[in-house]
């Protein structure tokens, strides 16, 4: 019996001093400007919301909701730990029909060495979605060896609203965040494929991928079924101080939706021009031939035959540095799609990839 209690004792000390050799840390008590790729930081100092509480009873309810999803945003640090364990809740549900669990309320790990060459770190099955959602990443230090460490960018959620978030390295290793860029932004107003869906994983939404691979900061606002041009929102994006304006709707303007695009694209390129000069990219709703019906076609051909009228009249009225991304450019297959309309990880490369090619472009 002694023996037996003795063991007990020696198996809680072992389980109480395994888990004091982790030192965890909230990112929003680390400073207003830590959380990534939002334009509030100064009003968002408690959570990982996307528009300002100045936005609540300004937009529609579905979009103040979905502003609530941590799509696009990012953590920032440096340590040298080689392990990280991140441990975090969310509001909402874990997973969609169409996107699974580790997209829509996962995260995603990138770690960046002295030498500046981006390297993807798998959790692999070190993660649990309960009650309170656990990743670890393992093993981080084989790349080079060095005891200096790495900056690191966590990607948050695509599709779920993150209530609290926790970051842990081991006891006497450096954790140490890094604050948001003052660099202007490339600020995406989008549907649902900005957002993210149906990325497998939250890195590979394509506002992340072009995040990651031009350097700039991006500003994800994407909003599921509710990227309709409203005024109200091109409100919101007047303020920010851009360097390029993505316009991506028209995924959501199709339909009962196509005869608002003229008007309401007008009058939001308007508004950007009373207060931005950055450029302007319009961005064609883009589909697989072949894998939908003629119908869903025909919409999405109408739709893009309005945007281009914008177009057109926006280059007859001399309107400066408006660019376009067309249907062809963005290149989609019949394998780029998960039901026909969101894209795939394949997909969402695809659209990284157009969008990169455009930046050099707009940018040489």
Aim: proline share 3%.
């Amino acid at each position: 019996m002694k023996k037996l209690l003795l063991t007990c004792l020696l198996s809680a000390v072992y389980v109480l001093t395994t888990s004091a050799q982790t030192r965890w840390m909230n990112p929003l008590e680390q400073g207003e400007n830590i959380v990534h790729g939002r334009w509030w930081n100064g009003e968002l100092r408690d959570n990982f919301h996307r528009l300002t509480p100045r936005a609540e009873n300004k937009v529609r309810s579905a979009v103040w909701r979905l502003s609530k999803q941590s799509a696009g945003l990012s953590i920032c640090f440096h340590t040298n730990a080689p392990s990280i364990k991140v441990r975090y809740g969310v509001k909402g549900g874990l997973n969609m029909f169409h996107m699974p669990t580790t997209g829509v309320s996962g995260v995603d790990l990138y770690a960046t060495d002295a030498d500046g060459r981006l390297r993807w770190c798998a959790s692999k099955f070190n993660l649990s979605f309960k009650d309170t959602i656990n990743y670890e990443f393992k093993d981080l230090t084989y790349f080079t060896g060095e005891d200096r460490g790495y900056d690191f960018e966590l990607f948050l959620p695509l599709y779920n609203e993150v209530s609290w978030m926790e970051i842990g390295v081991e006891e006497g290793r450096e954790l140490r965040f890094i604050p948001a860029s003052s660099e202007k932004p490339i600020v995406v107003y989008g549907t649902s494929i900005a957002q993210g869906a149906c990325a497998s994983r939250t890195g590979m939404a394509w506002t992340n991928i072009v995040h990651r691979e031009s350097g700039y900061p991006v500003i994800n606002l994407g909003f599921s079924g509710n990227g309709q041009l409203e005024e109200e929102m091109f409100a919101f994006l007047a303020e920010i101080d851009a360097r390029l304006f993505v316009i991506d709707c028209l995924p959501n303007m199709s339909t009962e939706r196509t005869e608002l695009i003229y008007d309401r694209l007008l009058k939001g390129i308007s508004m950007l021009r009373e207060k931005s000069q950055a450029p302007i990219l319009l961005v064609e709703h883009d589909y697989a031939n072949g894998v939908s019906s003629q119908q869903n076609v025909d919409w999405y051909t109408g739709s893009n035959g309005e945007q281009q009228r914008v177009f057109k009249t926006l280059q007859q009225k001399g309107v400066k540095d408006i660019f376009y991304l067309s249907h062809e450019e963005l290149g989609f297959t019949q394998d780029s799609m998960v039901e026909g309309l969101h894209p795939n990880d394949l997909g969402m490369r695809q659209y990284a990839d157009a969008y990169l090619r455009k930046l050099r472009e707009i940018f040489p």
